[in-house]
Structure formats: C-alpha cells, structure tokens
C-alpha cells in the first residue's frame, strides 16, 4: 500500500463506527467513510471536542453540524497551501490521501531533465496540478465545474504560483481530449481522478464502467513520443489495483514499453498505528 505519511498539517486521529476523526490544522472534523466498518472504543478525546461533525441522513445525503468552526481556513503540505471549507456531501476541498501520489510524479518531473508538460483531468481543486507545477511542470488543469476550477486558482495564489504556467479550463474532459487530439497537442504526464458518475457543463454524461477503458485509449493519443507517467485514481469508482494495471498495460505499454504499478493507496491512523484504506491508484512510468 503506498501511505500518504508525510502530512504535518493533516491527521487520521481514529477511526471507528462508519466515521473518522480528522485533524485538518487547528480544527477537528468527524465524517463518515464507508470503508470503516469496525466498531472500537471511541477514547479519544477529540470525539467529543470536534469543530465540525457530517451527519449522514439514512435517506442519503447528510449535513455538517458546527461547533467553533470558521468558514473557511488553510493547510499547508511541502509548501503547497490548500484552502480549505466544508461543503455538501460532506467534502472539504482536499483529498490528503494524495499526497503520496504528488510525491511521486513531482520526483519524475523534477529530474526529468526536460520541460515537461501535464494535463490533469477530473482536475478538482488542483492539489495534483500545484504539486506538477511546483515541480517544474507546465500543467492544463481541466474540470467540468466552474467553480471548482475557481477554488483550484485561490489554491495557486495561496501556494504562491498565481504566475505559474497553469492553463485553467472548465470544460468536459472527453471532449477536451477529443479536441486536442484534432490540434495536435501532446502531454508528457497525464493524471486522472474520474467519478463514477457525472455531467459535463453541457450535460455530458460519465459512467464510469462504460467510459473509462475508452477514455484511457483516447488519452493515449495526447501523449508526446517520449512521455514520463499515467496515473489513474480510483476511490469512489472501487476498481481494485489489479483492474488498474491490466487496463493501463493494454493500452501504454504495447506503444511505450515501461512499467505500470497498482496499489491501494493511504492515510496512517494514530491511534491504531494501522492504515485507512482510500481507494486504489494505477501508475505507468518508464521506471
């Protein structure tokens, strides 16, 4: 399993009865996570003293109860700054459990040698695209909600690469890459994190067991002769890492050789010394 462990900012306190208990900074937020299906004693104290608490409606959904929370604040990671504020289904901006993810292409992009060029698609709030551009990477960030782009761009300026060669695009990803395809435009290092479901601004529709394979393939058309790594992220779409490998084998290596890894991916939890399990994610690079 690859573990996000380098956080200062960010802790899995304990996890217990469908919920962890999370340290984002200064401030303690409880929120339901599918994948903790055990019941141990809640000892800790922060169960108890938490800023902020999402309830999950049995009718689905939920809401966030607060207790001393501000709108919103900030965390820091190997000097990237994320903002930070909780917002329906229970989602604060940020998934720290990608970190280890960053970690390893920003090595790639650093001692590359070359300029590189990364797109990042399904792009969110850019935790992938700072980490890329800090790196030394020209980075497309694409994203079918504008106002998650948005969010993505108050990231860069808190993270100080407000002129940092980013193009920002609110756009359905499908057809972006259909059309970089016609333009001729070619990436070094592409970065998925796709949904199971979801709409483009137009009303595009993404499911993901009948997307993804073709989506993967079409990616492949975009990237340049000598291309430095693929990564797919898999948490709430459930492909295990086996699936991960086998799809991204198909389609890169018979054309560009190297390897591909797949893997659960990570966050320690303190009070058990054990590890959260977040989903899956699936590597190709020429290592």
Not at 22 to 47: A, S
Not at 126 to 147: E, I, Q, R, W
Not at 152 to 180: H, I, Q, T
Not at 188 to 206: F, L, N, Q, V
Request: net charge neutral; charged share 20%; aromatic share 12%.
């Amino acid at each position: 399993m690859w573990i996000a462990s380098d956080w200062k900012d960010y802790e899995v306190i304990d996890t217990s009865c469908g919920e962890k208990l999370e340290r984002w900074g200064d401030f303690l937020l409880v929120r339901p996570d599918p994948q903790v299906i055990w019941d141990t004693p809640k000892t800790h104290k922060g169960w108890k003293k938490m800023n902020g608490h999402y309830h999950r409606s049995k009718s689905g959904g939920g809401e966030w109860e607060f207790f001393y929370l501000p709108e919103q604040w900030s965390i820091d990671y190997k000097g990237l700054t994320f903002n930070l504020k909780p917002f329906s289904f229970k989602h604060t901006g940020l998934f720290p459990e990608q970190a280890v993810n960053w970690d390893w292409f920003s090595n790639l992009i650093k001692n590359a040698g070359r300029p590189v060029k990364v797109l990042n698609l399904f792009a969110y709030t850019g935790g992938a695209t700072l980490a890329a551009a800090k790196a030394g990477a020209s980075v497309t960030h694409v994203d079918a909600s504008k106002g998650m782009v948005g969010w993505a761009k108050e990231n860069a300026v808190s993270s100080g690469l407000a002129d940092a060669p980013v193009r920002w695009l609110v756009d359905d990803c499908v057809k972006f890459v259909e059309r970089e395809i016609r333009r001729g435009n070619k990436y070094d290092g592409i970065i998925m994190d796709p949904p199971s479901y979801g709409r483009g601004p137009k009303g595009e529709t993404w499911k993901i067991e009948e997307s993804i394979h073709p989506f993967v393939k079409l990616c492949t058309q975009i990237l340049s002769d000598d291309p430095l790594f693929f990564l797919i992220n898999s948490y709430t779409t459930g492909l295990a890492p086996s699936v991960l490998t086998y799809m991204i084998s198909t389609e890169l290596i018979p054309r560009f050789g190297g390897n591909v890894v797949s893997d659960e991916i990570g966050l320690p939890v303190t009070q058990s010394g054990l590890v959260l399990p977040c989903g899956a994610s699936g590597r190709w690079s020429r290592q």
